[in-house]
């Protein structure tokens, strides 16, 4: 019985034959990712080469402890002679950057103190998230070890019509398949072809919400264009064995997907066709963080809101997911579009993801928002309500001022 | 092993419990000994001055779903002595083991208990015991290797032994 693509980096980086599903593997991590400085009683470390060090939760420091925070960040990147180190004017998402940087590769295990690593499962990287504690001990021993789950293979086919968006595909998933808690996805399908990395990333990120271990996507020409020249080392993509073992394979056919929709406080099991929720009125739309603040993203917002305006009583917030990004979506003038139509376009960081250091959501507002999380409270008052959709169910609603299905508009 | 059981009463908690309602994002910034103070502010406002330590937690699907935030030690500071849950939330799992906390996946698990009953958990073995109704259920114990982890009080704790952290 064969592997798959899971399965064999599993196998590779922990030096086993074989790896099947409730297997405990100690691995060897390639790339350890931190935006945290606030742990940093590190003694000593395995490999100052294997981390990547940034800031994007908080940036520019918005408080003391931030501020202090970052310090203690730069601090120990002398310390420890940290190559891989991106200082304010270079930063960015973690999870935008290391794709952009080619630090994020095939075959290859990162770990990351922020739960939407899975994102760098587009680049055929096995990602997770770990906590503060677990970092650390990645850190300073460069292992960790993984349970392997059980693995589902979605298959991609035929084209996503006008109006439909990779985002909406991953809500489609998490609206009809719930959760995968302890186990994995494997993307694979003709389907894939047409959607490019962006889309690919913004699938991945939103695997987190599905609670999945490892969400990986192929080795093929989009993400082998894509490394061309950026890949900072050599790399060993992961296909899986003709045989591979799959719990179950969900095939969806792209061009029947309507904009899907997320109900607040929860993901899994709380998605809907936008036809279903049209109408409700929001105070803020939010457009940005790991899930979608990369240049199509813009250039879809950008489309959507040439030559309108938003809607008076509605706020529209969109944060590139890096500087690099910004910087691109500058050049194209999709920034100028998106403030012509009355827009706030931030600097680079987490930002209202979360409800960091902006856009925090008062008591009772309704938001639409193209980020990462709905839950009760996630950015700013727990009485407001969180909706979620594609980056042109984000814009077409900041335009109309309720949620509008971007087909319409 | 007697160590790996634990005798509580039981506070029962739904489905999708995530990691914002057990840390909400305006106390991630907090000193750790505020944080647990705003547990569950959102969707169980009071439950904190009402848990006891030794208390057990038991919670539906998808427990821990969310962010990397350290759900863990707010449990392990308020006295917690085990989360049982119908499933976890991977990364949410990983939080609770490195902080040492003892957690268990047990299916049929909100079924067995009604809150306040008291029950005895053995973590090494999955057994779970109603001791109020006088019912047992069998969850799937961690990996040994995700146990000892447990054992050894977190992983912050296995570091510093080691030498690792200042």
């Known amino acids: ?28 991590v390639d790339t350890a990712v931190s935006f945290d400085a606030g742990r940093m009683n590190i003694k000593k470390i395995h490999d100052p080469d294997m981390l990547v060090m940034l800031h994007d939760h908080v940036v520019p420091a918005p408080t003391l402890n931030a501020a202090n925070g970052a310090k203690s960040m730069r601090e120990f990147v002398a310390k420890f002679g940290i190559k891989n180190y991106f200082p304010v004017g270079r930063h960015g998402i973690s999870h935008v950057l290391v794709a952009e940087e080619g630090l994020a590769l095939p075959g290859n295990i990162l770990v990351n103190g922020d739960s939407h690593t899975c994102s760098s499962g587009a680049l055929n990287c096995l990602a997770r998230g770990m906590g503060p504690s677990e970092m650390i001990h990645v850190m300073c021993k460069g292992k960790t070890w993984f349970i392997a789950g059980p693995t589902t293979k979605i298959v991609l086919e035929g084209d996503l019509p006008e109006g439909v968006y990779p985002r909406d595909v991953i809500h489609y998933i998490a609206g009809q398949y719930g959760d995968f808690a302890g ?50 080392r050599p790399f060993e993509p992961s296909l899986p064995d003709d045989d591979a073992e799959y719990e179950q394979v969900i095939t969806i056919n792209l061009s029947e997907l309507e904009p899907q929709v997320v109900l607040p406080n929860k993901v899994a099991w709380n998605a809907k066709p936008i036809s279903e929720v049209a109408g409700k009125r929001v105070d803020q739309a939010f457009m940005g963080s790991c899930a979608n603040g990369r240049l199509s993203d813009f250039k879809i917002a950008a489309d959507i809101v040439r030559g309108k305006k938003v809607a008076d009583g509605t706020r529209f917030i969109v944060t590139p997911g890096s500087q690099e990004v910004m910087r691109q979506a500058v050049k194209a003038g999709y920034v100028e579009t998106l403030l012509e139509a009355g827009a706030v376009v931030t600097n680079s960081t987490c930002g209202a993801c979360y409800g960091g250091h902006m856009g925090l959501l008062a008591d009772g507002e309704v938001c639409i928002t193209a980020s990462t999380r709905n839950f009760k409270g996630r950015m700013g008052s727990s009485k407001a309500e969180i909706y979620m959709g594609s980056p042109a169910t984000v814009a077409a609603s900041a335009i109309a001022g309720v949620i509008t299905d971007p087909r319409k508009v | ?13 739904g489905s999708d419990i995530n990691t914002d309602l057990v840390i909400p994002n305006f106390a991630i910034y907090l000193p750790r000994n505020e944080q647990p103070q705003h547990c569950f502010v959102a969707n169980r406002p009071g439950w904190v001055d009402e848990v006891q330590p030794g208390d057990i937690l038991i919670a539906g699907t998808n427990f821990g779903v969310g962010s990397g935030r350290p759900i863990g030690d707010v449990f392990v500071d308020l006295g917690v002595a085990a989360v049982v849950a119908e499933s976890f939330n991977g990364l949410g799992l990983r939080n609770c083991i490195n902080a040492g906390l003892a957690s268990l996946p047990c299916r049929g698990i909100l079924d067995a208990f009604d809150e306040g009953d008291i029950a005895e958990i053995d973590w090494g073995t999955g057994e779970v015991r109603n001791l109020t109704k006088g019912t047992s259920i069998t969850g799937q114990a961690l990996p040994q290797e995700l146990q000892s982890i447990v054992e050894d009080g977190g992983v912050e704790v296995m570091l510093r032994k080691e030498g690792y952290l200042a």
């Open chain 1, 1 to 28: 019985m064969g592997m798959n693509a899971i399965e064999k980096i599993l196998a590779r980086r922990s030096g086993r034959d074989v790896v099947k599903p409730g297997d405990v593997v100690v691995v060897k």
């Open chain 1, 183 to 232: 186990r994995n996805l494997e993307w694979y399908g003709s389907g894939l072809d047409k959607i490019g990395m962006d889309g690919r990333l913004t699938m991945a990120t939103i695997s987190a919400e599905l609670s999945v271990e490892f969400s990986l996507f192929p080795y093929d020409k989009v993400l082998a264009d894509y490394l061309d020249g950026r890949a900072k």
């Open chain 2, 1 to 13: 092993m007697s160590n790996k059981k634990v005798t509580g009463r039981v506070w029962k908690f």
